[in-house]
């Protein structure tokens, strides 16, 4: 089902999850008996986010140049027909403009069309570790409102090529990320909310943030979104502090605050496992006040530790 009818049948706030595909190497089967426990919440939908592949070249003494993918979470597509046939709910897999042209995107789009995948949320990916600057494929997509397009174009039938024949048609419902404390790249808010109306006149039919400690933000950034004309559902992404490192690390990688009311219960901890008491504590209270206000579905970044989440949930389900 498509995560719009999720939304539009619910009553009262959903509960939905994203999770990581395991490093290569690791099992699924750890990862699906981790977020077994989830199911008990009920969410309509599970997000499995999508990493980039990236190469270097090693060059070998013969002359030859050899190519080695750096892709360190494979498996996203696997992992979506995983989820819909164990428990029985929607997976979203996450599409990138990174690392794809056009043509790989829509065959992407084919196999997610043959497993029964009916929800995409369309990104542009952030820049590659080794440039630090975001360069598109040749023939692929420079921002995430263009990749919204082409979903688009497809499920009205519109292939790349046009003698393409047209056996069947796909019919994704689009989701798209928006930033409450602005992507870092953009000038400012109103020009980012600007490319967030772009991405939703092109089709995007609702919108995930990024995480977010301060309600405060979340709140102002729908009034803005709201003002902008932009109507579609908005979902809060919640992440629970749960270590030491996530103080500075969360803050410097996704260019947000954190609050000073949580930062002075954070700075009298001194172990991880204060720290996630606190992490919690605070998630419960932000959800709380979110689902008072009646948001569509609270959005759990759970990094595939799901016990974490399973306590907050608990408190509010
Ligand atoms: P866009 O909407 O394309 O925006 C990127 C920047 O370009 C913004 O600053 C915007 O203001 C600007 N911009 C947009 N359009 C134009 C234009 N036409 N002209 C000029 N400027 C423009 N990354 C992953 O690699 N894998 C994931 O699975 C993943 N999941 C995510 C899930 C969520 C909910 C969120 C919030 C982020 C996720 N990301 C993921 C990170 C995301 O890829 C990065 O934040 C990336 O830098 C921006 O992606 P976007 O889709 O928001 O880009």
Redesign the pocket.
Known sequence: MKITEHLGNAKDTLFSFEILPPLKGQSLRELLEGIAPLMDFKPPFVDV????EEFIYKKHPNGLLERVSTKKRPGTVGICAAIMNRFKVDAVP?L?CGGFTREETENALIDLNFIGVENV?A????APKSSGKFIPEPEGHS???ELVEQIVRMNEGRYLHEETEIGFQTDFCVG??G?PEK?F??PSLK??LK?LK??VEKGAEYI???MFFDNAKYFEFVDQVRAAGITVPIIP?IKPITTIGQITMLPRTFFLDLPDPLMDELEKCKTNTEVKAVGIEWSIQQCKELVKKQVPSLHFYTMSKADTTYKIAKEIF
Do not use: I, S
């Open positions: 986010t999508y990493h980039r996450h990138l949320l990104l542009r990916g952030d921002y995430a409102c798209v990320a930033y992507h790249e953009a020009f980012d490319r772009e991405k995930v943030t990024q992404g």
